[in-house]
């Protein structure tokens, strides 16, 4: 069965330092992989995603991903934190064969110091 | 476009009592989940649609929990009778349909079982 791991609950970094959040997941062949963020209050938005090609992606709000198949892992990275960044993010993954059901892993909340 | 819509914003009520959470995709949509977050479980999937035809419901917690897709613009989840374990935040999201496709969360329902 599919699923997603965020190892860290909670991150707390200083504004302008840089970032990175872990995911790992769970499939037998290559998922497809997605960054969601929530901020308090919202429904969750898209942030980035991969399906193929090159591994490393670009997404909204100077957030990037990188694809990595031996260790089955997604993580998801910017070079300089912002006090906006400041949310809840959610790793998810669907499977080639699963319609549209995406599976969520358990999220990281991000605090921002100024 | 107004986005996924999700009514209402709150919804507090006695054990026992019923509760009807109400959602309208997106038009052109042909996909429509249900998620619950909760502390505990995080975002789980509860039942997603396809052209108005439930496809997967295996994450129904049990038998008082019911979702109905009567059009392409509205869809409901029901909960009878309410319990306080099920006070949580409820999501429907909607896609257009494919793979690559992202899911477009509403903004919500905070139901409070008391």
């Known amino acids: 069965a599919q699923s997603v791991t965020q190892p860290d609950i909670h991150i707390t970094v200083s504004e302008g330092a840089s970032l990175e959040l872990r995911c790992n997941y769970s499939y037998g062949a290559t998922p497809y992989l997605f960054w969601y963020v929530q901020s308090p209050g919202q429904g969750l938005q898209l942030l980035l995603k991969?399906?193929?090609?090159?591994?490393l992606v670009q997404g909204i709000k100077g957030f990037e991903a990188e694809f990595k198949r031996s260790q089955s892992s997604f993580n998801l990275r910017k070079p300089s934190v912002h006090w906006s960044d400041a949310a809840e993010y959610f790793c998810?993954?669907?499977?080639?064969?699963?319609?549209?059901?995406?599976?969520f892993g358990q999220g990281t909340e991000l605090s921002v110091k100024p | 476009d107004a986005g996924v819509i999700q009514s209402p914003r709150h919804e507090v009520t006695e054990m026992g009592q019923e509760v009807t959470l109400r959602c309208k995709p997106i038009?052109?949509?042909?996909?429509l989940f249900w998620y619950r977050q909760t502390m505990m479980r995080g975002l789980e999937l509860l039942i997603y649609?396809?052209?108005?035809?439930?496809?997967?419901d295996s994450g129904m917690p049990e038998d008082r929990f019911s979702a109905k897709m009567p059009n392409a613009s509205f869809s409901t989840l029901k909960i009878q009778p309410s319990e306080p374990r099920d006070s949580a935040v409820y999501f429907c999201?909607?896609?257009?349909?494919?793979?690559?496709?992202?899911?477009?969360f509403g903004s919500g329902t905070q139901l409070s079982v008391l």
């Open positions: 999201a909607s896609t257009p349909g494919g793979l690559n496709e992202k899911l477009f």
């Open positions: 998810a993954v669907r499977g080639y064969n699963q319609g549209g059901k995406l599976i």
């Open positions: 991969y399906f193929s090609g090159d591994t």
């Open positions: 038009s052109g949509h042909d996909y």
């Open positions: 649609f396809n052209n108005n035809v439930p496809i997967d």
